[in-house]
């Protein structure tokens, strides 16, 4: 069965440099979700979309932005990169009343 | 505020126990209750799940018990094995118009010692 995918795996990038992670939800899942993991730390939500447009806000600094395209999948836009944005990144996506699934994570190391 | 408490925050068992977690919420919007299990560097996978509406549910060698009431739940290992070793996470979810974003506990770390 198909699941989410994220990409890039794994990314390192310098301070100050802008990152983009990309989520492909499963096929008919209309909602997507982000979260942030750092080291030890439970997954803490970011943001979410549903059919496009944001659904929900949690800790997402100024700095990250985020959308839904046509066919679903999300990016996440880290600019002005910092040491503390060094994470596991993870993507899940749901449809309407079912269970959130979620990928494999980006693994962000700011150097 | 952390809205889904969980405990303990790591767990050493030997081969065969059977380790318990223990997670407590307060949203009484929350209408779903999954677990997940986490090894190192990997994404969390849906592990079991219930439902307000069953007070225990059992898969394989996992079984969540849930008291609706006093708003807690539990998740039970049989057997224990050491591919078992892993973080696992109490989460909720559930909202308006069946919204399913996931607020996870913080996290259990479980060794299971051959």
């Known amino acids: 069965a198909a699941g989410v995918i994220q990409s890039p795996r794994h990314l390192i990038k310098e301070k100050r440099e802008t990152a983009t992670l990309k989520c492909y939800p499963i096929?008919?899942?209309?909602?997507v979700y982000w979260y942030q993991q750092g080291p030890g730390q439970d997954p803490q939500f970011l943001i979410s979309?549903?059919?496009?447009?944001?659904?929900d806000k949690g800790s997402i600094p100024d700095r990250f932005s985020a959308q839904q395209f046509s066919d679903y999948h999300s990016e996440l836009n880290m600019s002005s990169l910092e040491l503390g944005d060094s994470a596991l990144y993870f993507c899940?996506?749901?449809?309407?009343?079912?269970?959130?699934?979620f990928g494999q994570g980006t693994r962000l190391t700011v150097v | 505020q952390q809205q889904v408490k969980q405990s303990p925050q790591s767990l050493i068992v030997q081969k065969g126990g059977i380790p318990i977690i223990n997670c407590a919420y307060e949203?009484?919007?929350?209408?779903?209750f999954p677990w997940y299990q986490q090894f190192p560097g990997k994404g969390p996978a849906l592990l079991i799940a219930?439902?307000?509406?069953?007070s225990e549910k059992k898969e394989g060698r996992f079984t969540i018990s849930f008291n609706k009431s006093a708003k807690q739940f539990s998740l039970h290992i049989m057997d224990s094995q050491p591919g078992d070793s892993a973080t696992y996470f109490c989460?909720?979810?559930?909202?308006?118009?069946?919204?399913?974003?996931?607020?996870f506990g913080t996290g259990t770390k479980l060794q299971v010692i051959p």
């Open positions: 899940a996506s749901s449809s309407r009343h079912s269970e959130a699934f």
């Open positions: 096929p008919r899942h209309d909602t």
């Open positions: 979309f549903y059919e496009k447009m944001q659904s």
């Open positions: 949203n009484t919007a929350f209408d779903y």
């Open positions: 219930i439902r307000p509406d069953v």
């Open positions: 989460a909720a979810s559930g909202g308006p118009g069946g919204y399913q974003k996931v607020t």
